[in-house]
């Protein structure tokens, strides 16, 4: 059976506080795949001291969420499975786009961000240990600001990347259900796992609010989480 090793969701949300972990279970969940989500709040815990991890049946270890969808495609059922090679392209260049601005957004926001922060740093606490609680958390949080600022997100203003990468994909999703067509595809795991890890960011920035204000991704968000069976609560 494949275990997947992921940060637990937050208090009252049925998705890892990650986004990379996200996609991943997503993906298992769409294609029917037996797996076993283990909850793995300590990253140090990981060979690559990152989360997710998959643990295969044979015995093999994966430590990156792409390459994880990548032997999944390969071992099928795979999503991609009759998608022409243009779009499967057009997917990927969309997902290379959108998925680090949409993602450091979220991590601006929770990690950088003073007023995020301080409701974000109760999650980070209760993964660890009591006796590190008190000084762990401020540690971490200086290791996100330093990886934020590496990405490009060093001010409220960055925020605009995210703003643009959530209208990309609004313009890209149109009228049509999914990313790629009438059914979820690979695209559809990867960008749906960064939207709903930003929909439900503790207060307001600017690409939540554009995201919160588009009714088309609004709809687009629970469409994809009634396909993998999350029952997402109300963000309005």
């Known amino acids: 059976m494949i275990r997947l090793h992921q940060f637990p969701p937050p208090e009252g949300l049925p998705v890892s506080a990650s986004p990379y972990c996200t996609k991943v279970e997503l993906y298992l969940r769409l294609t029917a795949r037996e797996h076993e989500v283990v909850s793995a709040p300590d990253p140090r815990k990981s060979p690559s001291k ?35 090679e243009a779009a499967r392209a057009r997917g990927e260049q969309l997902v290379a786009r959108v998925e680090s601005p949409i993602y450091f957004s979220t991590l601006f926001s929770a990690f950088v961000d003073q ?59 149109g009228d049509a259900p999914f990313l790629s067509g009438d059914a979820p595809r690979v695209v559809d795991c990867c960008v749906w796992a960064q939207l709903v890890g930003l929909v439900y960011t503790h207060h307001a920035t600017p690409p939540r609010e554009a995201l919160r204000g588009d009714a088309r991704l609004a709809d687009y968000i629970t469409r994809v989480a009634a396909r993998g069976g999350y029952p997402l609560p109300s963000w309005s």
């Open 115 to 173: 007023e995020g922060w301080m409701t974000h740093r109760e999650y980070v606490k209760a993964g660890l240990p009591w006796l590190l609680r008190p000084i762990v958390p401020a540690f971490i949080r200086r290791s996100q600001v330093i990886k934020c600022a590496a990405n490009g997100f060093t001010s409220a203003a960055d925020y605009a990347k995210g703003v643009t990468a959530v209208e990309e994909v609004s313009a890209a999703l």
């Open 50 to 84: 990152t989360v997710p991890w998959v643990t295969w049946s044979d015995g093999g270890v994966t430590t990156d969420s792409s390459a994880i969808l990548e032997r999944l495609e390969r071992e099928g059922p795979a999503l991609d499975d009759g998608l022409p």
